[in-house]
């Protein structure tokens, strides 16, 4: 469970679990919370030595991905996961590690994390072909200097790269605009339990799905098409609500938007339909 589900190791400590595993088994004594972690180092050091010997036996040419990223705790880390093709022409991926940054994210830096991570499993040089990421200018830098250095072909992640050019068209004027007046309109209704409750019940009375607003994020990906599409599937309730003088102060009826800016919504809905595809495809593990 700890490993297969991704449970903090913490939980057999719980009061909840400890109730549960008694419950099934009156009597059993559950081990420490000690013990666990030395069962999980045991089973890790188990799997290391399996992918270090799966690596070594592939005659293929290994690819590398790389992505930093930070925890909601604001902690950083770096992903390392290595790919390639089996004997059988099956496709082959691994983490190779989740490592916490405590130095600088520099391009040098990040560079000599990837090496550290293929020479600890023993991958031979010759035997990495590339490695994908994104457009960040210090993993650019990264990948740049370890092409120079052992002719690994530094390749820039597609589903990135697209986010890139519709995060360019979105910055157009009227779109942008629109797109404000959008999240102005969510956050109305996030952050009004009034709100929220009228529009519930308007969505009843019209027969609508009863889904709750979307509100997009910068870094993740789609969030403003699922935003969009969701505000066109509510449209109506959403209006009869903010045309409700217990929800809507008067002079707020601003919230709602404008009729043009409605089209401009469908019509973008509509174009980013493709990208959404696009990107959903471009990031699954077998494409």
């Known amino acids: ?28 004594t559950l081990p420490s919370r000690t013990h666990f972690t030395k069962l999980m180092e045991g089973k890790y050091e188990a799997t290391f030595g399996k992918l270090k010997d799966a690596l070594k036996a592939t005659k293929n040419k290994i690819a590398l991905t790389t992505d930093a990223w930070t925890s909601v705790a604001t902690e950083a880390y770096l992903g390392i996961t290595c790919h390639f093709i089996s004997d059988d022409w099956e496709l082959n991926s691994f983490c190779l590690t989740t490592m916490p940054l405590e130095e600088r994210h520099t391009g040098t830096n990040i560079a000599a994390w990837i090496e550290q991570a293929v020479e600890r499993f023993e991958i031979p040089l010759s035997k990495v072909v590339a490695v994908v990421h994104d457009n960040g200018s210090n993993v650019v830098l990264a990948a740049n200097i370890l092409q120079e250095k052992h002719g690994w072909v530094s390749v820039r992640c597609a589903g990135h790269t697209l986010q890139l050019v519709i995060n360019r068209a979105l910055k157009h004027p009227q779109i942008s605009k629109a797109l404000g007046a959008a999240r102005c309109l969510v956050e109305h209704f996030k952050s009004s339990e009034l709100a929220s409750s009228k529009l519930k019940t308007k969505q009843k009375q019209m027969g609508t799905p009863e889904h709750k607003l979307v509100q997009d994020v910068s870094t993740r990906w789609n969030s403003t098409y699922y935003m969009v599409t969701r505000l066109l599937e509510q449209r109506w309730p959403l209006t009869a609500t903010l045309s409700d003088p217990a929800v ?12 043009d800016q409605w089209t401009l919504l469908d019509e973008l809905a509509k174009a980013l339909q493709a990208f959404e595809c696009a990107t959903v495809y471009l990031s699954g593990e077998n494409m």
């Open 248 to 259: 809507t102060q008067r002079g707020k009826h601003y919230l709602d938007l404008k009729a």
């Open 1 to 28: 469970m700890l490993v297969n589900d991704m449970r903090p190791i913490s939980m057999v400590e719980d009061e909840g679990f400890k109730q549960m595993v008694t419950t099934f088994h009156p009597g059993y």
